[in-house]
DNA sequence: GAAATAATTGAACGTTCGTTTTATTAATGC
DNA sequence: GCATTAATAAAACGAACGTTCAATTATTTC
């Protein structure tokens, strides 16, 4: 047996990167055999060698992907100018959504980069700093404009970041919270958190509805 | 060779504990091995079974102490009376103070709950949501008091613990902040962030002193 | 000081791992 | 329709894995 009928280059890595993610999110990449990630692509584990010198490569090749798309997504919304408080409005609304699309990618570029060799490891963590730039960029200038109150930039940039990307730890889609509603909430608290003044020191704006799916 | 000089069991157990607990957080479980775990302790690989009866055992042993530590901790406080916000400021204190100490355990508790087997992880989970119930209790009475101002309870503490443990993914003891530093920035995002009313309706009580180490 | 027990070694077990090699067949170009 | 190239299967490689077992020595008990 050898070539099978209908078989296609670009399909077959689009299947396995496909199921890599999946299979990786789930389980880990140590525990990931190429065995089994070939068996879900339905394929031999030799076939996989054809589009991945390596499994690490594998790795790294979905880990760069996900963090150039990040940094493509937020690019693309093109909220940079305007005041701090609609930049990090957008910045807030942007990642939350990212990060609920791309779960399982999402879970691989964070939990899974004491698997890459140095120089990879520092090529995506160069990535991750310029996406984290661009956060503190907008805490930076609300600061010194007086939009928001807070302490110390890199340390509340942090927190935002850690908070909202906490998300896709227990959202599930078509539970009891919708993205929207759930990006709500957390806008509200981000801003909250900012101590971002609401322009002429009105209370407090909560909007309530539409918190459920 | 057998039993050699000065062997003594408590001191083995102690020893792979706090060996497998350091090479488990840096290079996961999947990726550790218990032949490098044994020679980190200094004793051959089937020495480790006389302690711990399988690789699985040894992790949920780590896991369940971390778990019940923490719970211990908190529940040590006797910070459970009092106005909400000083409970809240009680509660951030403590989880800051424990994750930072534990950090190790801590990555790991968070990391490889997936090599845990159901009924383990069940068991983990557990003390989790335990501990979890607590945070919420407190938001709980803030809001209904008055005492806080926000959207949604579960959300509120799914946040507050994500940016809070967070905190062990940046932070390394000695470099630019210290421990009380850390915690009073992170104590005053948490109040901004559940709204909370600083009583009489003082300005935004800041403290910047004490942030650099 | 002999007997019992505790602690550990060294070698081995079967399995699975990532990866390579070789052969074979499907699709493509002329 | 024949040669070339693309895509895969099948089998094998050595290494490493978690774990077991028998043998051996230190320590404790009486």
Same mark, same amino acid.
């Given at each position: 047996? /050898?070539?099978?009928?209908?078989?296609?280059?670009?399909? &077959?890595?689009?299947?396995?990167?496909?199921? @890599?993610? @999946?299979?990786?999110?789930?389980?880990?990449?140590?525990? &990931? %055999?190429?065995?089994?990630?070939?068996?879900?692509?339905?394929?031999?584990?030799? @076939?996989?060698?054809?589009?991945?010198?390596?499994?690490?490569?594998?790795?790294?090749?979905?880990?760069?992907?996900?963090?150039?798309?990040?940094?493509? /997504?937020?690019?693309?919304?093109?909220?940079?100018?305007? %005041?701090?408080?609609?930049?990090?409005s957008a910045f807030v609304g942007n990642h939350i959504a990212f990060h609920i699309e791309r779960r399982h990618?999402?879970? *691989?570029?964070?939990?899974?980069?004491? %698997?890459?060799?140095?120089?990879? !490891?520092?090529? *995506? !963590?160069?990535?991750?700093? @310029?996406?984290?730039?661009?956060?503190?960029?907008?805490?930076?200038?609300?600061?010194?404009?007086?939009?928001?109150?807070?302490?110390?930039?890199?340390?509340?940039?942090?927190?935002? *970041?850690?908070?909202?990307?906490?998300? *896709?730890?227990?959202?599930?889609?078509?539970?009891?919270?919708?993205?929207?509603?759930?990006?709500? &909430?957390?806008?509200?608290?981000?801003?909250?958190?900012?101590?971002?003044?609401?322009?002429?020191?009105?209370?407090?704006?909560?909007?309530?509805?539409?918190?459920?799916?």
């Amino acid at each position: 047996m /050898a070539r099978t009928t209908g078989s296609d280059g670009e399909k &077959t890595e689009a299947a396995i990167r496909e199921a @890599a993610t @999946a299979l990786i999110a789930h389980h880990g990449y140590e525990a &990931t %055999s190429m065995r089994q990630l070939a068996a879900e692509v339905g394929v031999q584990a030799a @076939a996989l060698y054809r589009y991945f010198p390596t499994k690490e490569d594998l790795l790294f090749t979905l880990m760069l992907e996900h963090m150039e798309a990040l940094l493509a /997504a937020w690019g693309g919304t093109h909220a940079h100018a305007g %005041s701090p408080a609609a930049r990090l409005s957008a910045f807030v609304g942007n990642h939350i959504a990212f990060h609920i699309e791309r779960r399982h990618s999402t879970h *691989i570029s964070n939990m899974e980069l004491r %698997s890459l060799s140095p120089e990879r !490891l520092t090529r *995506i !963590l160069k990535l991750r700093g @310029a996406y984290e730039k661009e956060l503190r960029a907008i805490l930076r200038d609300g600061a010194e404009t007086g939009a928001f109150d807070l302490d110390d930039v890199g340390l509340t940039a942090m927190a935002l *970041i850690q908070m909202m990307t906490g998300v *896709i730890v227990w959202f599930r889609p078509g539970e009891r919270l919708s993205v929207a509603g759930v990006t709500e &909430t957390y806008l509200a608290m981000t801003m909250r958190l900012v101590g971002a003044t609401t322009g002429r020191e009105e209370p407090h704006v909560h909007q309530h509805a539409e918190l459920r799916a």
